[in-house]
Nanobody, 115 residues
Framework: VQLVESGGGLVQAGGSLRLSCAAS????????MGWYRQAPGKQRDMVAS???????NYSDSVKGRFTISRDNAKNMVYLQMNSLQPEDTAVYYC??????????WGQGTQVTVSS
């Protein structure tokens, strides 16, 4: 199983970034996919998730600003991040959960938002 994130970087407050995660080695359409983030000294928290059945959830802190989407034909999951704020600065991780509740993680991509 491999999850490879891309799209992180440095952006000014109010800007946008789009993260991508390419999944391989899994039956993608059967997996719940999501994005987590971890800021220095803090725990890793869920940002957004998209179940195999199409249910989508967001953390309260990103609702209305971030959009998760998945393309089952391409084995890809995306996170469109708008109106970024300095508090969104973190390492963002792609997450996959199998139907048997096994978890897989990408290596992470840094997002830095300057004020």
């Amino acid at each position: 199983v491999q999850l490879v994130e891309s799209g992180g970087g440095l952006v000014q407050a109010g800007g946008s970034l789009r993260l991508s995660c390419a999944a391989s080695g899994i039956t993608f359409s059967n997996f719940a996919m999501g994005w987590y983030r971890q800021a220095p000294g803090k725990q890793r928290d869920m940002v957004a998730s998209a179940s195999a059945g199409g249910s989508i959830n967001y953390s309260d802190s990103v609702k209305g600003r971030f959009t998760i989407s998945r393309d089952n034909a391409k084995n890809m999951v995306y996170l469109q991040m708008n109106s970024l704020q300095p508090e969104d600065t973190a390492v963002y991780y792609c997450h996959a959960r199998s139907p048997f509740k096994r978890n897989y993680w990408g290596q992470g991509t840094q997002v830095t938002v300057s004020s």
